[in-house]
């Protein structure tokens, strides 16, 4: 695992976006596969890319997105479904075409016609040729997609149940509380896995508790973000704020004055 520590959420955004550039470069064949999360830890490194495809270097109009994770039951054209906030915060910023945008279905008659969905989801992404970078935020609970604490650690896409404190992180988004949707599919812990590259970022003090159990504590469903530990190409992205429960911070700082891709 890298896990590069920098000032600012700026600077922050600048290297992931990087780390993402150089994932594709590495891992990607002619149609890249991107594999997306919402939220707002991710927004300037979805604008660091968005700058890089103006200048040139970089290019998604070929890149296929799956998103993480979908609420259940919220209509696709509702403005907090994430199928809508993808499009508005990365197919309209960086260029990828929205008929390439994948994210998983929450509707459904029944529990059971949405779980088969899910399974056909993670197919979808192995047809395509598996997610070469996947971009991850983290929840203070230490969540990775809306894998809550005690998701599986092999877990495949699949619909969970929110956790309350997910739920009201996320109610700022919706009028109230009793609003923000009860369940969700999303990727599961052994899906994000198999992705080539996983790009985390952090940024904040209430990331801090959730980022040193994911860094340093043991691997543990408890917190679903320490299956970065078992992923041989884990790229984590912090400012100062959200690495500051680290006991191990001289040794990153040492290893990341050795990667090639500082800017
Ligand atoms: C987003 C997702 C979540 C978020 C996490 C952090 O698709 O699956 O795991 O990455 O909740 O959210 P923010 O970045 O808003 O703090």
């Known amino acids: 695992m890298e896990v590069l520590i920098v000032d600012t959420p700026e600077a922050a955004a600048a290297f992931a976006a990087e780390a993402v550039l150089d994932g594709l470069r590495k891992h990607a064949g002619e149609n890249p596969v991107l ?52 499009i508005r915060e990365v197919c309209d910023v960086i260029g990828l075409p929205v008929e390439n945008l994948n994210v998983p279905n929450g509707h459904g008659e029944s529990v059971e016609q949405i779980a088969a969905q899910a399974t056909a989801y993670d197919e979808a992404i192995k047809a395509a040729g598996g997610v070469d970078v996947q971009i991850l935020g983290i929840g203070a609970n230490g969540h990775l997609g809306f894998n809550e604490p005690a998701s599986s650690l092999r877990s495949r896409t699949r619909i969970k149940r929110l956790a309350a404190q997910t739920r009201e992180d996320n109610a700022r ?71 500051a429960g680290l006991k191990n911070r001289g040794y990153y700082d040492d290893a990341a004055a050795g990667l090639q891709f500082g800017i």
């Open 35 to 86: 594999g997306l999360a919402t939220g707002s830890s991710p927004l300037g490194l979805y604008a660091e890319l968005a700058a890089a495809a103006q200048r040139g270097e970089a290019d998604f109009s070929d890149t296929v997105g799956f998103a993480l994770d979908e609420y259940v039951g919220l209509e696709d054209t509702h403005e907090q479904s994430y199928r809508q906030t993808l």
């Open 173 to 243: 988004f919706f009028d109230g509380l009793d609003r923000v949707p009860t369940h969700c599919v999303t990727q599961g812990l052994g899906t994000v896995q198999d992705a080539r590259r996983l790009v985390l970022i952090a940024l904040g003090s209430n990331k801090a508790e959730a980022i040193a159990a994911a860094i340093e504590g043991p691997l543990s469903a408890s917190c679903p973000g320490s299956v970065l530990q078992l992923h041989p190409d884990a790229v984590v992205v912090l400012d100062e704020a959200a690495a």
